[in-house]
């Protein structure tokens, strides 16, 4: 650089009158090329500035397309999430319209099969004659509760249904009260399915059975109805095997299930 500076003095010098020359005239020109050196060497810098903000420009643009790239398959996927749930919430409005017309058709459904159930209760053998008609009156009052699905109430329906299915297969024993001709005494009840139900009274002793012919309460004789009723409530509470139990069908005789 001080070369070429050397260079433009001398030939600076070259050119002036013979009365500039002088220490002088080459301090000026020399104070000159340094200026413009100094420009030259700022105006590079600027340059340098201006080449490395588009360098970071250019990534900064790159970027963003990729940002953007990526922005529009979210999009895309949104607008297909958005397709199906549309189609969903169609297929839901369709669903409930439905329920609704269902639930205006269930309900006085539900009604009749509880008057159903509560006279079958009525006709049937009296036995568990309480509960049975309480779960009568529980599902009549449940039909009236605002609070209470119509999904959770054919449940309950369904099951009291399901319980009187059960009884028509299965063997019990149980304590009650027995009402006949007005008196009152606690009774233990033998019941085999559906087809027959006999008593043995507490403290007496005395024993009979459910008549379904007449509908009413008949009297067996001590022997041998005794020992086959005590042995009946036996098997029905699980004290002993599985056996043949005599029970009485009607007033003519005996049958052995």
């Known amino acids: 650089m001080k070369a070429r500076i050397w260079a433009a003095t001398a030939a600076l010098a070259l050119l002036l009158p013979p009365g500039l020359h002088g220490q002088d005239a080459l301090k000026q020109v020399e104070q000159e090329g340094i200026e413009r050196t100094g420009e030259g060497v700022a105006a590079q810098g600027r340059i340098d500035d201006i080449s490395s903000r588009?360098?970071?420009?250019?990534?900064?643009y790159r970027a963003q397309l990729k940002l953007v790239e990526s922005l529009e398959t979210y999009i895309e996927l949104l607008?297909?999430?958005l397709t199906g749930q549309a189609e969903e919430i169609s297929t839901l409005e369709t669903s409930v319209t439905e329920v609704a017309s269902v639930e205006r058709q269930i309900l006085p459904l539900m009604t009749r099969m509880i008057d159903s159930l509560e006279e079958f209760v009525t006709l049937d053998v009296p036995f568990l004659a309480e509960e049975r008609r309480e779960r009568v009156t529980n599902l009549r009052a449940l039909m009236s509760r605002s609070d209470v699905t119509v999904a959770e109430k054919s449940r309950r329906v369904f099951e009291a249904y399901q319980i009187e299915t059960d009884y028509g297969r299965t063997i019990e024993a149980y304590t009650a009260k027995l009402d006949v001709n007005g008196a009152s005494f606690d009774a233990e009840f033998l019941r085999i399915g559906r087809v027959n139900l006999m008593y043995r009274t507490v403290g007496t002793g005395d024993v009979g059975y459910w008549n379904s012919v007449e509908r009413r309460w008949e009297p067996l004789s001590s022997t041998p109805w005794?020992?086959?009723?005590?042995?009946?409530?036996?098997?029905?509470?699980?004290?002993?095997?599985?056996e043949l139990i005599s029970a009485a069908l009607n007033?003519?005789?005996?049958e052995q299930l």
């Not at 007033?251 to 005996?254: D, I, K, R, S, W």
């Open 226 to 242: 005794r020992r086959l009723i005590d042995r009946g409530l036996q098997v029905a509470r699980q004290e002993v095997a599985p």
């Open 79 to 81: 607008d297909d999430q």
């Open 251 to 254: 007033p003519a005789g005996v």
């Open 54 to 60: 588009s360098r970071e420009l250019l990534d900064e």
